[in-house]
């Protein structure tokens, strides 16, 4: 009998420890993961405080934003926002940045994709030679090709024309495309492909119908960044743009900070707006680049 009642209190006492050892290490690790967390909390502040700030201050007058710049807005005027938004040249800008934005992304990926598959699964002489010649255009700013792009698209009449943005975006864009596409495709395994050899699909057939089904994150990744590459970009449309028919966001936020340059509320509600496609895009496409990435950085 004594054995007996002896059971269920040596049992206790043996799950007495366990739970404890897990509370113990339950306990450590949220006291690692705090100083990470406040980090994240600092530099999420960091970035959203002046977000906040410019929201409200769109939503004041010239006059309240130089009494009160802190405060809230007493009265709102959210016809700075208005204002804005019923203007047609406001959405002429938004429709050429995404014209230009959507052709860039289309050029690059499709170039950028029969690059990368050509150097991941085809060995020939000079591959590699040739790769790092593509990959040196990482280190080429712009900047550095103003002059001569200008004067290249000015003699082939690009000038004042879509095309003119869209081409050497896609060009610098080749770079960094052609590097990550090219490690996902190097990863796909040549079982694959030869599976697919001896049901009769060719080089092309795999690459359509297999690889670019499988590629889809790293497709994705640099969509996203090919496209928020393209929304940003402010050097190469005023260099190409002339006319205000084709100008782009950014060329429209400076020409507005100048026409209104007194009128600081205004101006913090134009870039408001103008920052609006560009987050909302992201927040949408936000999942498929980081799941691009990640899958990137966990194959091989």
């Known amino acids: ?3 007996v009642k002896s059971g269920p209190a040596l049992r206790g006492t043996e799950r007495g420890p366990r739970r404890s050892d897990r509370g ?16 994240l909390g600092i530099a999420g502040a960091v970035m959203a405080v002046p977000l906040v700030y410019a929201v409200l201050s769109g ?45 860039t992304t289309v050029v690059v990926v499709a170039v950028s994709a029969l690059a990368a598959f050509s150097f991941a699964r085809f060995a020939f002489r000079g591959r590699e030679v040739l790769f790092t010649l593509f990959t040196m255009g990482l280190m080429f700013p712009f900047a550095v090709a103003a002059l001569p792009l200008f004067l ?20 610098f864009g080749l770079p960094v495309t052609i590097v990550i596409l090219r490690g996902f495709f190097r990863e796909i395994p040549a079982e694959l492909e030869e599976a697919a050899t001896l049901d009769g699909c060719g080089p092309l057939g795999f690459f359509w119908r297999i690889l670019l089904p499988m590629a889809r994150p ?33 060329i429209g ?48």
């Open 59 to 103: 939503f004041k007058s010239t006059d309240q934003l130089s009494r009160n710049p802190i405060g809230l807005p007493d009265p709102w005027v959210p016809s700075n926002y208005t204002d804005i938004l019923g203007s047609g040249s406001f959405w002429q800008l938004v429709g050429s940045s995404t014209l230009i934005a959507v052709g």
């Open 218 to 250: 790293a497709l994705g990744t640099v969509s996203v960044l090919a496209v928020v590459g393209s929304w940003n970009n402010f050097l190469l449309p005023l260099l190409v743009f002339n006319e205000p028919t084709w100008w782009t966001v950014p």
């Open 152 to 171: 290249l698209l000015r003699s082939i009449g690009l000038l004042d024309n879509p095309l003119g943005v869209i081409l050497p975006q896609a060009a």
């Open 24 to 39: 113990a290490r339950g306990r450590s690790r949220a006291g690692r993961t705090l100083p990470l967390h406040l980090l």
């Open 253 to 300: 936020v400076q020409q507005f900070q100048g026409q209104y340059s007194a009128e600081y509320a205004r101006v913090f509600a134009y870039l408001v707006l103008a920052m609006v496609p560009a987050l909302a895009f992201y927040s949408v496409a936000e999942r498929q680049l980081v799941g691009g990435l990640a899958a990137g950085a966990t194959k091989g």
């Open 1 to 3: 009998m004594s054995v």
